[in-house]
């Protein structure tokens, strides 16, 4: 079946320094992922997304970069602020519904 | 504003009770979904629905139902036969079944006593 992955639960930056978080797919036909945002207590919210056809796509201080070679994805946040600190989703929208991975936890250290 | 709508925000529900949860949308938009979403860890789809008085399960439905009778609306109902409700469940949208991002609620925290 389908599953998405993100290789790390926790990441610890330095504010100012720029966040790399990662996420695995297993499902060759994907077509289109999205980067979730979730903070505490609150519903996840739509980041940037990135359809099969494109290798990288770039919004305000966030890059979305796809291999599709080794069904891998990254989301890349420039000079991290302490309002960053959430927990990241990706998704793989196909079929009707979006399928998530586990979530990385992002803590911006002062 | 356009948004998703959960109602109750906390609920507690004894042991052998069903309970629901309101989902209401403005956006417009065709496809409805519930997710569940337990601590730690992603979210898990429950039920969507892609259009008015049709649904489909989702990779957790036993133990839940829904109804879509109205295009803005899509109520959860978790019945005594869901043997762990203790969860966090987000309600979304999207514009329809294949295109553009989820739209989600605020959540509903349930929690048995």
């Known amino acids: 079946g389908e599953s998405v992955g993100l290789h790390l639960p926790t990441l610890s930056v330095q504010e100012g320094d720029n966040s790399i978080i990662n996420c695995a797919y297993s499902?060759?036909?994907?077509?289109?992922f999205i980067w979730y945002k979730q903070e505490s207590g609150k519903g996840p919210q739509f980041i940037i997304d990135?359809?099969?056809?494109?290798d990288k796509r770039q919004g305000q201080r966030v890059t979305v970069l796809l291999n599709k070679t080794v069904k891998h994805l990254s989301l890349q946040i420039a000079a991290t602020q302490p309002g960053d600190s959430a927990v990241y989703f990706c998704?793989?929208?196909?079929?009707?519904?979006?399928?998530f991975g586990d979530g990385t936890t992002l803590t911006v250290k002062p | 504003d356009g948004g998703i709508t959960q109602s109750p925000k906390y609920l507690f529900r004894k042991e052998g009770q069903n309970v629901t949860l309101s989902c209401e949308q403005n956006?417009?938009?065709?496809?409805m979904y519930w997710y569940r979403q337990d601590p730690g860890q992603g979210l898990r789809l429950i039920y969507y629905?892609?259009?008015?008085?049709?649904?489909q399960k989702g990779d957790i439905a036993e133990g839940y139902s829904v109804s879509r009778e109205k295009k803005e609306s899509f109520p959860l109902t978790v019945t005594s036969a869901q043997k762990n409700p203790t969860a966090f469940y987000l309600c979304?949208?999207?514009?329809?079944?294949?295109?553009?991002?989820?739209?989600f609620g605020e959540g509903s925290r349930l929690t048995v006593l």
């Open positions: 979304a949208s999207s514009r329809d079944r294949s295109t553009g991002e989820l739209f």
């Open positions: 499902n060759s036909a994907s077509d289109y």
């Open positions: 990135i359809r099969s056809n494109m």
């Open positions: 998704a793989e929208r196909g079929s009707g519904k979006s399928t």
């Open positions: 956006l417009n938009h065709d496809a």
């Open positions: 629905s892609q259009i008015v008085n049709d649904f």
